[in-house]
């Protein structure tokens, strides 16, 4: 089964620029979609077909998707998206999660 | 605007039966698929499976098959989640979400049902 790989915690300062990696074979010949999940709540769309926004998602929210990795990256990161994320692919009928990452503004 | 609302928190025995809800409003309930996704305590995201209440076409994931079904009721816009026996294991919260399409993005989500299965 497919898999793909997420580091479990990235780190930044405020102001300061997030990636998120998101590793999986040839994931480039896939469309990669992120989720922003908030302690307590139910996971929000950020991300869709590698780096289109959903409205009313920040235009600070911006994905890539090559090669072996796709890359959520939040510019200007602010206290509140302090969050998990999660990446996502579709691989023969069904939908694979990466682990998810779980981002810390210092 | 769009809304999936789920059914409320259940507590539940070990080799009891379940099903939970999840009532789609503010779109064609019947042109978009629903998907289920588990999330265990503490744990990532995992896809259950599908469903397209326009036809019923139900798939699952090989993780689950066997272990849960997946309804809907199109008349009242409601999906169905449910387990004929449930485990301790099976404690976590649900989640339902809508697909535009199979291959697509998860775009609106429910809040979530929290099942909790103790003896």
């Known amino acids: 089964s497919y898999v793909l790989t997420q580091p479990p915690s990235v780190s930044v300062a405020p102001g300061q620029t997030a990636r998120i990696t998101c590793g999986g074979n040839?994931?480039?010949?896939?469309?990669v979609h992120w989720y922003q999940q908030k302690p307590g709540q139910a996971p929000v769309l950020v991300v869709y077909d590698d780096s289109d926004r959903p409205s009313g998602i920040p235009e600070r929210f911006s994905g890539s998707n090559s090669g072996n990795t796709a890359t959520l990256t939040i510019s200007r990161v602010e206290a509140g998206d302090e969050a998990d994320y999660y990446c996502?692919?579709?691989?023969?009928?069904?939908?694979?999660f990466g682990g998810g990452t779980k981002l810390t503004v210092l | 605007e769009v809304q999936l609302v789920q059914s409320g928190a259940e507590v539940k025995k070990p080799g009891e039966s379940l099903k939970i809800s999840c009532k789609g409003s503010g779109y064609s309930f019947t042109s978009y698929w629903i998907g289920w996704v588990r999330q265990m305590p503490g744990k990532g995201l995992e896809w259950m499976g599908i469903i397209y209440p326009g036809d019923s076409d139900t798939r699952y994931s090989p993780s689950f098959q066997g272990q849960v079904t997946i309804s809907a009721d199109k008349s009242i816009s409601t999906a169905y989640l449910q387990w004929s026996s449930l485990k301790a294991s099976d404690t976590a919260m649900y989640y339902c979400?809508?697909?535009?399409?199979?291959?697509?993005?998860?775009?609106?989500w429910g809040q979530g049902t929290l099942v909790t299965v103790s003896s």
């Open positions: 979400a809508r697909h535009p399409r199979v291959g697509a993005m998860l775009d609106y």
């Open positions: 040839n994931i480039g010949s896939k469309s």
């Open positions: 996502q692919v579709w691989d023969s009928s069904n939908v694979v």
